[in-house]
């Protein structure tokens, strides 16, 4: 089936700095990949679609220039958290529809990336 | 906007007891989507439901979809360990693959 890689798996910062988080498929084209954060115990929240060629479009409370997206070929997406503070720990997963159904599935997760912010 | 409800929050069982996990949502969905957690990996597909009141199998689990297509649940008969993990529902917001994610339920499994 449809693969979908990230990378780095695991990442320690100090606040302040930045991250770049990138996303790729790797068997298949995907103009559309999306970010989720999920927080401890809690669910994926989408925090926005990644268009590719184009500008994100983020979901609601998301700040456009804290997350920034870009979508620079049709296999890569990268999410950069700028200034990151601990507050932006959390584990963020990137999901890109597939071609076509694969065991049924039509969207696959990469297996995210776990940011701590020290 | 589109939500999707999920219930229990947290599940408890002794292996072998079955276990249950519902979603509801106010409105019409035109899928459900069920997917399986376990502790520190990302979801993992099991099942799509798009008719008004199928019922899919798989194995011990089985995945229905109410007739008004607002609600949907996920049924393990005798549990085992290995099913140990958060189970979420999920329902697709357009045909572009934007997924709604219901709040999950974490099932643990005691042997």
């Known amino acids: 089936g449809a693969v979908v890689s990230q990378h780095p798996s695991r990442v320690i910062c100090k606040s302040g700095t930045s991250v770049k988080i990138e996303c790729r498929s790797l068997?298949?084209?995907?103009?559309?990949m999306f970010w989720y954060r999920q927080f401890p115990k809690q669910s994926l929240m989408l925090m926005a679609t990644?268009?590719?060629?184009?500008?994100?479009?983020?979901e609601q409370g998301v700040e456009k220039d804290k997350f920034l997206i870009n979508h620079a070929s049709l296999t890569l997406s990268t999410l950069t958290v700028t200034s990151a503070h601990p507050e932006d720990s959390s584990f963020y997963i990137c999901?890109?529809?597939?071609?076509?159904?694969?065991?049924?599935?039509?969207?696959?997760f990469g297996p995210g990336t776990r940011l701590t912010v020290l | 906007g589109q939500q999707v409800m999920q219930i229990p929050q947290y599940q408890h069982v002794q292996e072998g007891e079955d276990f249950t996990t519902y979603c509801n949502s106010s409105?019409?969905?035109?899928?459900i989507q069920w997917y399986k957690q376990r502790p520190g990996g990302h979801p993992v597909f099991l099942i799509q439901?798009?008719?008004?009141?199928e019922v899919k199998k798989q194995k011990r689990l089985t995945f229905q979809f109410g007739e008004a297509k607002k609600n949907s649940s996920l049924h393990i008969t005798a549990t085992q360990t290995t099913d140990v993990g958060t189970y979420f529902c999920?329902?697709?917001?357009?045909?572009?693959?934007?997924?709604?994610f219901g709040q999950g339920t974490e099932l643990s499994v005691k042997p």
């Open positions: 999901s890109a529809r597939g071609p076509e159904p694969s065991g049924g599935a039509l969207t696959f």
């Open positions: 068997d298949f084209q995907a103009t559309t």
């Open positions: 990644s268009n590719e060629g184009s500008k994100a479009t983020y």
């Open positions: 409105t019409t969905l035109s899928n």
């Open positions: 439901l798009v008719k008004s009141g």
């Open positions: 999920a329902s697709l917001y357009n045909q572009g693959g934007k997924l709604i």
